[in-house]
């Protein structure tokens, strides 16, 4: 996506323009220009005042939020690849009011599906019980992932831990002791500047103190270790050692 050229396009012909003073002289007065040299301060000025309605915005965050605002032209170059991009007129007619009220969304308004954030495990439907360890991955085209943050039954947003330097690879560890027993749902979004990816959503049934949902069936469930099972087997191997020394 990055290779598509002209990525906007803005007013370019006869375009009222100062015109420059030789060195040392005044009074040059205005012209009539064409070309790119006028396009770019039209556009300058859009991302100046996108950055003036939002300091916060990356490099990256201006060039998603102007293509994106951007009023599309002519029929799709690749349907496939972009359904605004053409190769005359770009993703279009840069729109500066658009840009600014894009631009006014605040942190993680904006929904962008080149940002991707995924949960590995649990799995979805998965039983669970006590502390678990969510974790997931992230991709991104552009820029790079600043946060990942989990929600549980669309509560308070929680904040991922990152494996490594990057975000590529997220984990958090939450207790599902503070849950009800029942169907609960687990999402995750990764955030870049302004950007957001879609939410992914994870099923999970959290087991009662017991195990099966609360109820007061002992029988174990195969989510945790066995220590009963482990100590029943050390038992004989115990008592025959014992017998043995005794002789």
């Known amino acids: 996506m990055d290779e598509l050229k002209p990525e906007v396009v803005a ?4 375009i009222a323009s100062a015109l420059y003073s030789p060195f040392l002289q ?22 100046a005042c996108m950055l003036q309605a939002n300091p916060g915005l990356t490099p990256a965050d201006i060039d998603y939020l102007l293509t994106e605002s951007a009023e599309a032209h002519g029929e799709p170059y690749d349907p496939e690849l972009s359904d605004k991009y053409n190769q005359h007129w770009g993703f279009g007619y840069v729109d500066a009011y658009l ?3 894009m631009a006014l969304g605040g942190n993680g308004s904006v929904i962008d599906e080149r940002v991707t954030c995924s949960i590995t495990s649990p799995k979805s ?6 502390i678990i ?4 991955i992230t991709t991104i085209e552009e820029g790079a992932v600043d946060e990942v943050v989990v929600r549980v039954d669309n509560g308070t ?4 831990e990152m494996v490594g330097d990057t975000f590529d690879e997220w984990y958090l ?3 599902t002791s503070s849950l009800e027993p029942g169907r609960h749902n687990v999402s995750a979004v990764a955030r870049a500047g302004i950007r957001e990816s879609p939410a992914d959503v994870v099923w999970i049934d959290v087991l009662g103190p017991s195990g099966g949902g609360g109820g007061d ?9 066995f220590p009963g099972h482990a100590a029943l087997l050390a038992l004989p191997s115990a008592l025959f050692l014992y017998r043995r020394r005794a002789r």
């Open 11 to 14: 007013p370019g012909t006869h």
């Open 26 to 47: 005044t009074g040059a007065g205005y012209t009539n220009n064409s070309g790119t040299s006028m396009a770019c301060p039209f556009v300058a000025g859009v991302v």
């Open 99 to 101: 840009a600014v009220n």
């Open 125 to 130: 439907n998965a039983e669970v019980r006590g």
């Open 133 to 136: 360890n969510i974790t997931g």
């Open 157 to 160: 947003e929680m904040q991922a």
């Open 173 to 175: 560890a939450f207790d």
């Open 217 to 225: 069936d002992d029988d174990d469930d195969g989510l945790l270790p």
